[in-house]
């Protein structure tokens, strides 16, 4: 069974970095073809994908955001590790992470998700 | 950058069909993933690689792509049917998410 659970502070101030942990069991980031995303959503808004680690340890993220974020992983711990620098109120959202593997020519759905994490940026 | 455009809003009768839209560009050139989510809950995903199911997603979802829409179907709509739907692709090494419909069961 494949399951992934988000973990981090619920509440962070103003120009703080935010450190997002995704821990997951049944499956293994060392695989051939298998990524995690992170994605996050504002209240009553839609998702917005953040960033993403693959199997060999390439990374891509958001455009509007890659200068503040950072994902990394630990394949011994089955840990997907997201940083958030220069944290503000506008990023307060629900933070989820997701398995996203590749398919046979190109990457496909997030078929697992996590059940996310709120995190509130206030002072 | 590429954009998604989905309606903000489907009504439907309970038993009938709804179709949800997603339009980009050329998008039929590109796969498709489909969510739901409903209240308080994490998305799921119910439509990969434009008209796959996942295992336990029920055959009244559909999906099909082609041209500048994509569309997912939902035939003999039910109650529990009742969410948000985002479509979703990758360009250019980045994932772009609709702006989301929201489902409402008559």
């Known amino acids: 069974q494949v399951t992934l659970r988000e973990s981090g502070p619920a509440l962070v101030k103003p120009t703080q970095t935010l450190t997002l942990t995704c821990t997951f069991s049944g499956f293994s980031l060392s695989t051939s073809g298998m990524c995690v995303s992170w994605i996050r959503q504002p209240p009553g808004k839609a998702l917005e994908w953040l960033a993403l680690i693959d199997w060999d340890d390439d990374k891509y993220y958001s455009t509007s955001l890659k200068t503040r974020l950072t994902i990394s992983k630990d394949t011994s711990k089955n840990q997907v590790v997201l940083t958030m620098t220069n944290m503000d109120p506008v990023d307060t959202a629900t933070y989820y992470c997701?398995?996203?593997?590749?398919?046979?020519?190109?990457?496909?759905?997030?078929?697992?998700w996590g059940k996310g994490t709120t995190v509130t940026v206030s002072s | 950058s590429y954009v998604l455009t989905q309606p903000p809003s489907v009504s439907v009768a309970p038993g009938k069909t709804a179709r949800i839209t997603c339009g980009g560009n050329?998008?039929?050139?590109?796969?498709v993933h489909w969510y739901q989510q409903k209240p308080g809950q994490a998305p799921v995903l119910v439509i990969y690689?434009?008209?796959d199911r996942p295992s336990g997603i029920p055959e009244r979802f559909s999906g099909s792509n082609s041209g500048n829409t994509a569309t997912l179907t939902i035939s003999r709509v039910e109650a529990g049917d009742e969410a948000d739907y985002y479509c979703q692709v990758w360009d250019s090494s980045s994932c772009v998410f609709g702006t989301g419909t929201k489902v409402t069961v008559l």
């Open positions: 690689y434009d008209s």
């Open positions: 997701a398995r996203t593997p590749w398919g046979d020519d190109d990457i496909g759905g997030m078929d697992v």
């Open positions: 050329n998008i039929g050139s590109k796969s």
